[in-house]
């Protein structure tokens, strides 16, 4: 019994002296307001008959871009402020307290929701340890934690990668009109960037906050609802899709030109290695975008044109090939490539020069070099030519032709002329003289038809041609590679205006 009462002496003596549990005089004011505000605060009740909604927004980084599902994901810090008539209290009765912080999930709140969110709920998420500024004139500042927000947005990539897109982020309240609730933009900190983080393939060149006015989604209210829109310009930074893909394709034009100095098994192949490689970085780029046929991609028509430039330089490739494998070409063209050559590439063709007749003598089938003085002698400083035919021909002494000659013993019978000369024991006869040469009837052989070469008439027949063809097709190589020099300078001409015209309209859209 004495140790209880003991007891109960010790608890008041900690209760009522030593002051334990009790609140100090600021806090005790402070608890005795808020509870005083929401003692009889109905959360689902608006403040006014119309409730001013103001809006900011701190940006804090773009988070990504999504060219090909349409979304750009954000992080930012936004804030509502409206007036709320029920909160406001007197200073100077309540402890000089201007500021208290109260729970969002006690108060009414605008439901403010993004209009454009690609997320499955556009709310503003409010969690249950949010706070709510509170001011003694009943004004409420809410300021949410950092939101990533994932709205819709619509690209224009025509110009890509020099293109430029406007983003935006619509806040509107879904269930309530202009007849309840008004946004307004705050004109002295319309969105502030001071902490906002650089893209690394994106640059925010500027941002704007405007209300646009809507239809009502209420089917009982003739009102409208006021939409407010943060806007963000955006400016692709190009060096990457520059350097991973329109200066390598732009490397590949190069060595489709550089092909034109193959030869033709070469060309083709390299060709073939150029439409490989323009198929893959298309097909790159391609998976960057959505499918849509409202304009057409400069850098697919970049693309297109890099692939017609080889195939028709594949075309005429196997064009030039069937010129020179024929030895026959179209007379227009034959004569449009002698132009060329004469007039145009003058320099890479020049007139084929006239080598100078040398003294030569024929010695048991062989063609010399007339060098010592008697050579120059026996031939009278005169070309030689074949006795019969009257022509000196090295292909025929290549064929080992025979060539008349008048033996030793039968020189008794030849006349006696200065038409005859002799060179290493054997006879020949001068040019300008050939019809005094004799021969003794009793050796006489059946005469050839053709006296100097031993052939028949279809042989010389088919010789002359074969050497004429071979003389042509030599002209035909010639003609195709002054045509082939202006193809080149064509395709080099079409490449160097189409692509300048190209960049520079896109680097000005």
Same mark, same amino acid.
């Given at each position: ?6 007891f ?8 009522y ?8 005089a600021?806090?005790a004011?402070?608890q ?14 608006r ?37 709320d ?23 009414w709140?605008?439901d !403010?929701?993004?209009?454009n *969110?690609?997320?499955s ?6 969690s #249950? +340890? %949010?706070?709510? $500024? ?18 819709r ?20 309240s879904?269930?309530?009109?202009s007849?309840?609730?008004v946004?307004t ?12 983080t650089?893209h ?7 941002t ?16 409208y609802?006021?939409?407010i829109t943060i ?17 390598a394709?732009?490397i ?8 034109? !100095?193959l030869?033709?098994? *070469?060309?083709?192949g ?6 490989? #490689? +323009? %198929?893959?970085? $298309? ?10 046929s409202?304009?057409?991609?400069m850098?697919?028509?970049?693309f297109m ?21 024929k ?25 084929p020069?006239?080598?100078k ?15 010592d ?7 009278i400083?005169?070309e ?21 000659t ?5 020189q ?14 054997? +006879? ?11 021969m ?13 070469c ?27 590679s ?8 064509i ?19």
């Amino acid at each position: 019994m004495i140790k209880l009462v003991a007891f109960f002496i010790l608890l008041n003596y900690l209760f009522y002296f030593c002051d334990c549990g009790s609140l100090p005089a600021s806090q005790a004011t402070e608890q005795t307001l808020i509870t005083g505000l929401l003692s009889s605060y109905n959360k689902n009740i608006r403040p006014n008959t119309i409730v001013s909604i103001d809006i900011t927004a701190a940006l804090q980084q773009i988070v990504a871009i999504d060219e090909k599902q349409q979304t750009m994901t954000t992080s930012s810090f936004i804030s509502q402020t409206w007036v709320d008539s029920r909160l406001s209290w007197t200073p100077s009765s309540n402890g000089n307290i201007d500021v208290v912080m109260l729970p969002v999930t006690s108060l009414w709140i605008p439901d !403010t929701m993004i209009l454009n *969110s690609a997320d499955s709920s556009g709310y503003l998420t409010v969690s #249950t +340890y %949010s706070l709510a $500024s509170v001011e003694s004139t009943g004004q409420v500042y809410m300021i949410l934690p950092a939101l990533t927000v994932k709205t819709r947005c619509n690209f224009n990539v025509q110009y890509f990668p020099f293109d430029k897109q406007v983003c935006s982020i619509s806040l509107t309240s879904w269930s309530q009109g202009s007849s309840r609730l008004v946004y307004t933009e705050n004109s002295t900190a319309v969105i502030d960037i001071s902490g906002y983080t650089e893209h690394p393939l994106w640059k925010l060149n500027g941002t704007d906050m405007v209300v646009i006015r809507s239809a009502d989604r209420t089917p009982f209210e003739d009102t409208y609802n006021d939409v407010i829109t943060i806007q963000l310009y955006l400016q692709r930074k190009p060096l990457y899709f520059i350097m991973n893909g329109i200066f390598a394709c732009w490397i590949l034009n190069c060595v489709t030109l550089l092909s034109y !100095t193959l030869p033709f098994g *070469s060309q083709i192949g390299l060709c073939m290695t150029c439409f490989m #490689t +323009y %198929s893959v970085y $298309s097909l790159n780029f391609s998976n960057l975008f959505p499918q849509q046929s409202q304009y057409l991609m400069m850098i697919t028509l970049y693309f297109m044109l890099s692939i017609c430039w080889t195939l028709i330089s594949m075309i005429w490739f196997v064009i030039c090939n069937h010129f020179i494998s024929k030895a026959e070409m179209p007379k227009f063209l034959y004569i449009f490539a002698g132009q060329l050559q004469k007039k145009v590439f003058l320099f890479c063709f020049p007139p084929p020069k006239d080598d100078k007749k040398k003294d030569v003598i024929v010695n048991n089938d062989e063609l010399k070099k007339s060098e010592d003085k008697e050579s120059i002698q026996a031939t009278i400083i005169q070309e030689k030519k074949c006795a019969s035919c009257q022509k000196l021909l090295p292909s025929c002494f290549r064929w080992n032709t025979k060539v008349v000659t008048i033996e030793k013993k039968e020189q008794p019978s030849l006349v006696k002329d200065d038409t005859l000369t002799k060179i290493n024991n054997h +006879y020949f006869t001068l040019v300008d003289k050939p019809e005094l040469v004799t021969m003794d009837k009793t050796n006489e052989k059946p005469k050839p038809t053709c006296d100097f070469c031993d052939r028949c008439e279809t042989c010389q027949a088919d010789f002359d041609k074969d050497k004429a063809k071979g003389k042509n097709k030599k002209d035909i190589e010639g003609r195709c590679s002054a045509l082939n020099y202006f193809i080149f300078l064509i395709v080099l001409l079409f490449i160097t205006v189409a692509e300048l015209s190209l960049w520079i309209s896109m680097a000005n859209n």
